[in-house]
Nanobody, 129 residues
């Protein structure tokens, strides 16, 4: 059973920064690709960022490229999302997700909600003007 717990959300002014963390209760965490998604009120859940199990591959949705960085610390079973230059359009609940162990894929594949087997409860990020 994979359990994911997000933290680090909050209220921040436009232009500010936040770092989200996702602690995973997973055996062999290093085998799992991880991703962040977000969901704004009235909108569908959308892909934000992905990191492969090997850490060698990362993907980002266009709107966050150059502002957000996904990383992982396999010794701590944790994945991070560093968010800089935040904009009110980034306001959403952010979800951490785990993919199938040892799997990989191209951007189209890893950006799909259906590619992930476990989800956290989410953490709210609110960016004020």
């Amino acid at each position: 059973q994979v359990q994911l717990v997000e933290s680090g959300g909050g209220l921040v002014q436009a232009g500010g920064s936040l770092r989200l963390s996702c602690a995973a209760s997973i055996r062999a965490f290093s085998r799992y690709p991880m991703a962040w998604f977000r969901q704004a009120p009235g909108k569908e859940r959308e892909f934000v960022a992905y990191i492969s199990w090997s850490e060698r591959v990362t993907y980002y949705t266009d709107s966050v490229k150059g502002r957000f960085t996904i990383s992982r610390d396999n010794s701590k079973n944790t994945v991070y999302l560093q968010m800089n230059s935040l904009d009110p359009e980034d306001t959403a609940v952010y979800f951490c997700s785990a993919g199938q162990p040892d799997s990989s894929g191209n951007y189209f594949n890893v950006a799909q909600v259906s590619a992930y087997i476990s989800w956290g409860q989410g953490t709210q990020v609110t960016v004020s003007t």
